[in-house]
């Protein structure tokens, strides 16, 4: 007699369940292709898994932890490692610096310039990474780009044929400048939000009072953005941490010899160039625990910073 | 009266300086931020014999490139058709899904909500390169390869977490109570839901389903792998392997004008809703 009682009261007592019937869609989606992919990624590290085991020839053989020793011993991996932070790191502070320069900016144009502004970051940050490499290179080109005949044109005589992709972090420098100009927009635009949801008055007060622009930048606005800084921040560090298109197909797969591979690419390298399933796989791990921790840092932020979470 | 007089102008001044380096620092920015784009569509718009010559705009203006792009070997419409069915079915499917979840997350009240939340934020951190060589066996033994589910189903779990994170931030601010009324008043939940809080979310979801389809347009590291022939290649494969097929020169003009056929319908969608997509952007955090 209890039930239909319940039921006269709609909305009231949900089932227990209701909410994993409403969940059920994107988390079995999750798990079968991300979870599920991962647990494999995990499982082939563990394997001599090579293109003759794929083919048959030899059988599946267990390793442990050896493709990671093999890994951590190899020179060439802490190269790698090396060249994906600091690569990581520079579009990161550059995404920063241009995206909040951008943002101040934007707070004190005219609607109508801001609205053009806005729109050319939009459009920049809409472009593919595939098109937006194309176009770059293009600029770039030893030959036939823009700006080394702009270079000869004012007597720099030197740039004529010179190859940006050639010298190791000219060509990095190439490729951070291609995922600066499409990962800048993000940057400005939260931070833009961040900035115009300051109150007024607060400002106007600590104007009243005597404070130097300087001085309300470094006492009153970065501490009220350091939340929003935070977040952008990480969200940034993981992006510029996971880049593959961009070097993938900037330097031709990883520049020559390899010089311009970061983690990404390598792990992309070994499973479909050298058949090294096993080898790409614990670089894949390295870089998932790698990506894990600091998404701990960015779920610690969010939560500081009153998100939905 | 004399300082209020000499003041001024030394105030004008100092403005007059700041503006200076204000313009120069936009102007700089202007040119970095439309300098490719500008270059993508007049260089696409020059003929072979004038691609090499540096001339800021087109002398000759010609259409060869496209129509060479579309119609010549490289078959560029077929790769639009792919990746436009792709991209579409991916927002399609990905927003029903999301939608769903971002209901539960942000309306219902239960145990381990936020770890849920947690955890599907969490899932759109891992680098595809990691889960790519599993996916490509997976696919295989499925005979997906090649196939448009191949890269449509990976573009979902992808998108998902995003999405389901910015629409559970559009959710939180709905008037429930609504929703709430309109089930005492003999509406189910999927009417009650349906009829008051869909429109009203219409924003966020139309927000959140605009940054599905930029990303699922963009996606390049597994349709790689997973897409062989000209059949199912998306437009990020097509451009990647004329690219790559180089003779003695790089075929820069009809790489620039697939690039303009690419780029024009996001930036006619920025257009159209630059407000909202600033919005979402800086709701969640889609790249």
Redesign the interface.
């Known amino acids: 007699m209890g039930r239909p009682a319940a039921a006269t009261r709609p909305g009231r007592r949900r089932g227990r369940f209701e909410h994993w019937f409403y969940l059920s869609p994107a988390l079995v989606v999750l798990a079968a292709l991300l979870v599920y992919p991962l647990y494999q990624l995990v499982l082939v590290s563990l394997y001599d898994y090579r293109q003759a085991q794929v083919s048959g020839a030899q059988p599946l053989r267990f390793i442990g932890f050896d493709n990671y020793a093999t890994l951590l011993g190899d020179p060439r991996f802490w190269g790698v490692l090396g060249n994906t932070v600091v690569f990581a790191a520079a579009c990161v502070v550059g995404t920063l610096l241009v995206g909040g320069a951008l943002a101040v900016l934007a707070t004190r144009l005219r609607p109508w310039v801001r609205t053009v502004l806005f729109l050319t970051a939009l459009g920049a940050w809409a472009t593919p990474a595939v098109t937006g490499s194309a176009v770059w290179l293009f600029l770039f080109d030893p030959t036939l780009g823009l700006v080394n005949q702009v270079l000869v044109g004012v007597g720099l005589e030197g740039f004529a044929g010179h190859s940006w992709t050639y010298e190791k972090w000219s060509a990095f420098g190439l490729v951070g400048a291609e995922v600066i100009w499409c990962s800048f927009p993000f940057v400005m635009v939260t931070l833009y939000a961040g900035i115009t949801s300051i109150p007024e008055e607060v400002v106007e007060a600590a104007r009243l009072d005597g404070a130097s622009t300087l001085r309300i930048a470094h006492s009153i606005m970065l501490p009220m953005l350091r939340p929003v800084l935070a977040i952008v921040t990480i969200q940034s560090i993981i992006w510029d941490f996971k880049i593959f298109t961009q070097i993938y197909i900037m330097t031709g797969g990883g520049g020559i010899s390899g010089q311009n591979m970061v983690l990404n690419v390598y792990g992309y390298q070994q499973a479909f160039a050298a058949s090294q399933y096993g080898l790409g796989s614990a670089i894949g791990v390295i870089t998932s625990l790698l990506l894990l921790a600091i998404t701990l840092v960015y779920l610690r932020a969010l939560r500081r910073n009153g998100e939905v979470l | 009266m004399r300082t209020a007089t000499t003041g001024r102008p030394r105030q004008r001044r100092r403005w007059g300086w700041e503006n200076w380096v ?1 313009g120069a ?2 102007a700089l ?2 040119l ?6 500008y ?2 569509v007049v ?1 696409s718009l020059k003929g072979p014999g004038e ?2 010559s ?1 001339s800021l705009w087109p002398r000759d203006p010609t259409l060869v490139n496209y129509r060479g792009v579309l119609g010549g070997r490289d078959h560029f419409g077929y790769a639009v058709r792919n990746s436009v069915v792709i991209a579409v079915t991916t927002t399609l499917l990905a927003m ?3 939608v ?2 971002g ?4 309306r ?1 009240r ?1 145990r381990g ?2 770890l ?3 955890l ?4 759109s ?11 490509y ?2 696919f295989a033994d499925w005979g997906w390869i090649d196939e448009y589910q191949a890269m449509i ?2 573009n ?2 992808f998108a ?2 995003l999405a ?2 910015v629409l ?2 559009f959710f ?1 601010e709905m008037p429930w109570e609504l ?2 009324a309109a ?2 008043d003999g509406c189910g ?1 999927f009417g ?1 839901f349906g009829r008051i809080i869909l429109p009203l979310a219409a924003p966020g979801v139309v927000t959140t389903g605009l940054l599905v389809f ?1 990303a699922a ?2 996606e ?2 597994i349709s790689s ?1 997973v897409s062989i022939t000209l059949a199912s290649n998306p ?2 494969v097509a ?2 392997k004329f ?1 790559g097929d180089s003779e003695f ?2 075929p ?1 003009g009809s ?2 004008a ?2 303009v056929i ?2 024009l319908p ?2 006619v ?3 159209l809703f ?1 407000r909202r ?2 919005k979402g ?2 709701a969640g ?3």
Do not use: D, H, K
């Open positions: 204000i620092g936009i920015l202007l970095y931020c439309l300098a490719p784009f270059w993508m260089s691609i090499a540096n029903v899904i999301a769903f979840s209901y539960a997350l942000a219902l239960f909500r936020n849920v939340l947690a599907i934020l969490a899932c951190m891992f680098p595809g390169v990691a889960i790519v060589t599993p996916l066996q997976l189903v990976p979902i779990s998902l977490p389901i994170f559970t931030t939180r929703e709430e089930r005492v939940p009650a930029f347009w963009n390049y590291l792998v437009v990020t451009i990647a690219a020169q790089q820069f790489q620039m697939a690039g690419v780029t996001l930036v969608l920025v257009l630059q997509i600033v952007l800086s955090g889609f790249r």
